[in-house]
Each structure stands twice: as C-alpha cells, then as structure tokens.
C-alpha cells in the first residue's frame, strides 16, 4: 500500500506516464518565471497540455526544493468548499484534527521550501486564489504553479498562456519531420502500431492532419489511436468531412476550442452506439472505478450488462477510457475533458438524474457492505478500496446533498461509513458532511439517530469532546423519541468516550460498562462493543485496576483475533503495554507496542501512531536512554499538531507526557534534552515511525 504523501519528505509528485515532445521554449519560461515568482499560473484551453507541462517543469526543477514537489488534482473537485481540505489531503496532512483546516495548512508549510502543484483551478477559481493567496502570504518559503483555463487574480502570479505546438509550415526553415505536432503523433502512433514511421511516403498526410487539429495534444493523440483501422490518408480525409461540416471550406474560420470539439466529436462518432451510450453514463463516475460499478450503474434495457465488459473493452481501445492496476483491482477512468463531453451527451438525453442516482444507491451499497466487513478479516483491503473509492463517495454524497428529498439517503449513506471517517483518516471531512446532512435534515428518525453517535464518534476522534456531548445527548434524547435502543447504547458508549477524554473516571467507568453490557451479544462489534472495551481497560489503568484492565484487554484481543479485527485489536495492544510497562515488565512492553505502531502502519493512523510513540519515549526513558526517549517524544509532539489538539488535551494523556519530560530533563539537562527533543521534531511521520520501531538511527536534518 503507498504511504500518505505527508509521511514522505521528497513529496507526491506523479511518475510520467508517456514521452513528452517538444516545448522547449516554453519549459525554460516556466522554470525562470518560478524563480522570478512564487506564483505562476499555466493557462490555455482543455486539451492543449496544461497538466503535462506543468508536471514536466514541476520533475525539472524539483532537486531545487528540499522538501519536496506536492500535486494536489482539483478536477473531480465539484464543491469549492473542500478545496482546502483536498490540498491538505494531497500534502499528506492527517484529516483527524478539529483544527481549522486554514491553521493547519499553514503551520504545515510554514518551515517548509517546496513547490505546490495545483492542478485544474478554473471551476474552482475563487477558492484556489483565496487558498493559494494564503499559503504564499504564511509559507514564505513555498512556490506555487497553478494550471487552469483562467488566471487566478493573485497578487504577484505570472501567467503563462499555453499555445498548441507548432505545426509544419509555421516556420519556414523547419524539416516536417522535426515538427512538434508531428513528432508527437509519431510518438503516440508508433504505441498503437509499433511498425508505424513517419516517413517520405507519408509525411504530407500527416502535416496536413497536424495542422488541420492545430496542434493540440489531446487532438492530435485521438487521432493517432485511428491507426489501428485506417491509414494517415484515411484519417486526414474523414477528418476533413467532419471539418467541413462544422465551419464551412473556410479551415481559418474554426477556432482552436471548436478543433478539440470537433476531434472528440469525431472520435465520439466512430464509436458504436452502444458505446457512446456507455460513455455518455460513465461521465457520472469523480476519478476512477472498478467494472462492477460500470455493469451497476449503466446497465438498462437498452444496454444490457451482458454486453459492458466488451463495451469497456472498445473503449479503452479506442483510448477513450484509460485502464490501470490496482492494489484493490483493475480501475478505469476517463480523461477529464472526455468526461465533461460524456456529460453533455448525458444531460442531452435526458439521464443525468436518474444515472446520478445509480451512482449514489452504488456507492451506498459498498458502504454498508464495507461496514459489515470492517471488524472482520478484509479490513485492510477495506480501507484500501474506501481510500480508492474517496472520489466517487464525494459525488454521492454531494448528489445527496443537494437536493432535500435525498437528504435522508445521504444520512444514511454518511452513517454507514463511519468506519472511513474515523479509521481510513477522513475525519474532518465526515465532520463537516456529516454537520451539512444534519442540518438539513433536523426530523428525528433512525436514520437522524445514527449520523448522531457517528458525529459523537468522530469528534471524540478529533479530541473535540465538548462538541462530541452535544451530538452523543441529542441521539439519545431522538433514539428514545424513536425507539432506536441501539442508538441509544451507542451513545452512551460515545458519552463514556468523552467522560474518559475528559479524565472523569468514574463517570466513564460507568457509562462504558453499560454499553459493553448491551454489547455482550456482539451485535455492534465495532464502533460498539471493541472500543468500550478497550476505552473501560485504559480507565481502569488510570485507577490501578490493572489486572482487571489487563484481563478485559485479553479479552478484546482474542475477540479480534478471532473476527480477523487489526484495527481494534493495535489500540488494545498498545493498552497491554502502558500495564506491562506500569508492572515492570518493561521488554514486553516494547516489544508489544512496537506490534501495535506496526498494525497502524497498514491503516496509517495517525493518532494509533502517536499514542504508540508515545508510550515508546516513556519506555525508552524507564531503560535510561534520555536521547531516544526525547527524540520519539519530540517526534510524537510534533506529529500530534497534525493530528490535531496535543494529547486530546486530556488529563490522562498529559500526565503521562509530563512525566515522560520530567525523567528525560533528569537524565539529559534542560539543554541536551532541547535538542533531543528537537531533534525528533524535524522527522517527517515515516521516519519518526521507523526510527520508534527501532528500523532506523535518527535521520540527519537540517534545521531551518
């Protein structure tokens, strides 16, 4: 599984799929606007390249920034309101905090030198000039190349306005055979039709057919996939027919935008019915999806889904849909501006609301179904697939979202993925869809009552407790309006979580016996009867009731292990080794919460992490190694502000913390121990987890 962008110093910037042609010229005004400006915006119409150049300037000049190159793709981004939250997902930047996301970004990239690559801002253009006029103003040190069919008004940016590539005949002296355009269609020829070369016999048809698609890229690679069924001479002349058509004998009449449309179009043509059908449906899809999405969603009468694997198959063919492997299975998707034509078509038809509800009931199901199997052998796959379906989960929820009829559905398809908000680190964005959906739906139901206790559960996630009562009481209070006794239990469970955070034992002592009582049948497994056990074992820590806290945690654990259940079962391991480490069984202790910083590797989770990391410095101190234990504790520190309120602000947490400082000062002195502790504040996440699980030595960082 790749790790978060964020836990990696060198950043997230993609690999290079193809060759890139010519350009030259524009690539060196690039990288000497960048260090003339921190801001520079590529510009141009869809299809002209924008994206490639800007990744191809971005790999050129990225040894110039020590901390790395971060893309953030803003194109299946519809709600301008999550712009900030996508960049600080692409940063890496943990989604658990209750932290405003504008503080957060900023302390982030404060101290950093690195370039942001923001892609596709031009149906975002006021959110990304406010975000990316922010970030230049807080971040001294970042730089920022933006993409987008507009310039975005900042302060200082340097627009670049991207022409189409030169075509034969622009310059005089040029061979056709050095030709931008003409390379590139050589380029994307030769991988359609290995056998194929420009040669003497060829190269007027293919001028012609550079100059008749203007130069632009994504025309000129469309065209270039007709290879498989028809000559340059075949394509240029129907080409030509399709030209003609649309703007007349006149050729100069034809603006460059209509040009893409028109290659596109002709493309759209040459595709059967039924595929364009299919193409027309899949539009509905944000980012990429898997073919039994494809079959559900677009299957009709009219396009049975016996026939989609083959109708996938043409289009990928046709390199209308590009196809991919992944760690959850094979994944299609469609470029951005073949989706936005594909949209077109589908609101031409007529079908855009009813496909955007076979979209959403889809998602639903993997919802619920990913529910159901959380606490049970499939959970890393799980939160793998959820991380991979984030995109559409997006769309359905903002299809729910905007209409009050489905406001109900959306609860429901929000409480459901409970599990992804709080353990696959998506914690401020079901936070704020969750806050949206209640909102908007303020009748008591079932329905109502559980994005209740899932909004309990998550802002408990997020440390805030006060905000977590709020949404724990009023489900209880709805749930016995309702009838909902689950609802009721698992708010309860919630109050007890907060009453723990809060440091009230014996309230928390209370009211999670309780839930775990009710749960005993196992009903709700997890979010219900795993955390209440393992939330009352570190209670019962807290008031020396170890070797009842120790006896319920073996419990816990053998029930996970017995469901298949990791997740779960590294927090109550981590809880094993706070007792051990409390009753002097010190080598145990080690070895048992480095398994459970081991198992938060599979869900990068953060805050499993820290509190891992934690319990590593103390460790470390208890041996007498002050170096190790402030380093991971400075470490530890550093990555809690990411996640979101240092140690919950909680008093069980803190004390523990102080202590930890306290006998690190008494071994090191106030000044080796500030350096220590500094020390392990410069790791990024991976490196401060591999070197508390012993993996590494300390990395050497520069300050500053």
């Not at 893309?71 to 997902?89: E, G, I, K």
């Not at 692409?90 to 989604?95: F, N, Q, S, T, W």
């Not at 075949?234 to 209509?258: K, Y």
């Not at 934690?614 to 809690?640: F, H, K, P, Y």
Request: hydrophobic share 45%; aromatic share 6%; with cysteine.
């Amino acid at each position: 599984m790749a790790t978060p962008a964020g836990w990696r110093r060198e950043g997230n910037l993609p690999a290079e799929l193809t060759s890139f042609v010519g350009r030259d010229r524009l690539l060196a005004t690039v990288r000497q606007r960048l260090q003339d400006a921190r801001l520079v915006t590529i510009t141009g119409i869809g299809g002209v390249g924008k994206t490639r150049t800007a990744l191809r300037a971005a790999h050129q000049v990225s040894h110039q920034f020590p901390d790395g190159v971060w893309y953030v793709d803003l194109s299946r981004l519809q709600d301008p309101t999550m712009v900030r939250h996508a960049v600080n997902s692409a940063l890496g930047i943990p989604d658990q905090s209750a932290r405003p996301e504008a503080e957060t970004l900023s302390e982030w990239l404060s101290p950093r030198q690195l370039l942001l690559v923001v892609d596709s801002c031009e149906h975002l253009i006021d959110a990304c000039a406010e975000l990316i006029d922010r970030v230049l103003r807080d971040a001294p040190r970042v730089r920022v190349l933006a993409t987008s069919r507009q310039s975005l008004g900042v302060p200082g940016e340097q627009s670049i306005p991207i022409a189409p590539l030169r075509v034969p005949g622009e310059d005089a002296a040029e061979s056709p055979f050095v030709n931008e355009s003409v390379q590139l269609f050589a380029e994307r020829a030769t991988s359609v039709v290995p056998e194929f070369v420009v040669d003497e016999d060829n190269i007027t048809a293919v001028s012609e057919l550079c100059r008749r698609l203007d130069g632009i890229p994504l025309a000129i690679e469309l065209a270039s996939v007709r290879l498989r069924a028809l000559s340059v001479e075949q394509i240029l002349a129907l080409l030509t027919d399709r030209f003609s058509l649309l703007a007349g004998a006149s050729r100069t009449a034809l603006p460059r935008h209509q040009t893409l449309r028109a290659a596109i179009g002709w493309s759209h043509e040459l595709c059967e019915p039924a595929e364009r059908l299919l193409w027309a449906r899949l539009s509905i899809f944000s980012g990429d999806f898997e073919l039994e999405a494809v079959r559900y969603v677009c299957a009709s009468e009219d396009l049975p889904a016996e026939r989609i694997v083959d109708l996938v198959a043409g289009l990928v063919e046709k390199s209308i849909l590009l196809s991919g492997n992944e760690r959850v299975g094979v994944r299609y998707r469609l470029l951005d501006t073949l989706r936005h034509y594909g949209k077109e078509w589908l609101d031409k038809l007529g079908e855009g609301d009813w496909v955007r509800r076979r979209h959403r009931d889809y998602y639903l199901q993997v919802a619920q179904r990913g529910e159901h199997a959380w606490s049970g052998p499939r959970q890393v796959y799980w939160f793998s697939r959820m991380r991979q379906e984030h995109d559409n989960i997006r769309a359905a929820l903002d299809y729910c979202l905007r209409d009050a009829q489905e406001a109900r559905t959306g609860l429901e398809l929000l409480s459901s993925l409970w599990f992804m908000w709080v353990a696959c680190g998506f914690a401020r964005e079901g936070r704020l869809y969750l806050e949206r959906a209640l909102h908007a739906c303020t009748e008591p139901s079932k329905e109502r009552c559980k994005a209740l206790w899932v909004l309990a559960y998550v802002r408990n996630a997020q440390g805030d407790t006060k905000a977590a009562l709020e949404a724990a009481e009023q489900c209880a209070s709805d749930a016995v309006r309702v009838g909902d006794s689950i609802a009721v239990i698992l708010a309860t469970k919630m109050q007890g979580t907060v009453a723990f955070l809060q440091g009230d034992l014996h309230k928390a002592t209370a009211l999670l016996g309780v839930a775990i009582e009710f749960h005993r049948s196992g009903r709700e497994l997890n979010p219900g009867l795993l955390p209440a056990i393992a939330e009352l074992a570190v209670v019962l820590t807290q008031q020396n009731e170890l070797a009842e806290a120790e006896s319920l945690l073996r419990d816990c654990r053998q029930l996970c292990t017995e469901r298949g259940e990791l997740w779960l079962r590294s927090y109550a391991i981590w809880a094993t080794a706070t007792i051990e480490r409390m009753t002097g069984r010190t080598e145990q202790a080690v070895l048992n919460a480095q398994e459970a910083l081991r198992i938060k590797r599979h869900f990068h989770d953060v805050l499993g992490a820290v509190l891992a990391m934690e319990t590593l410095s103390g460790l470390a101190a208890d041996q007498g190694d002050g170096v190790r234990a402030a380093r991971i504790l400075g470490a530890a520190q550093a990555n809690w502000k990411l996640f979101g309120l240092p140690l919950f602000g909680s008093p069980f947490f803190g004390t523990e913390h102080e202590a930890c400082v306290k006998e690190c000062k008494r071994l090191l002195g106030e000044e080796a121990f500030v350096a220590a502790y500094q020390h392990g504040g410069t790791m990024n996440f991976e490196e401060a987890v591999s070197y508390a699980m012993g993996e590494i030595d300390a990395p050497e960082v520069t300050v500053g």
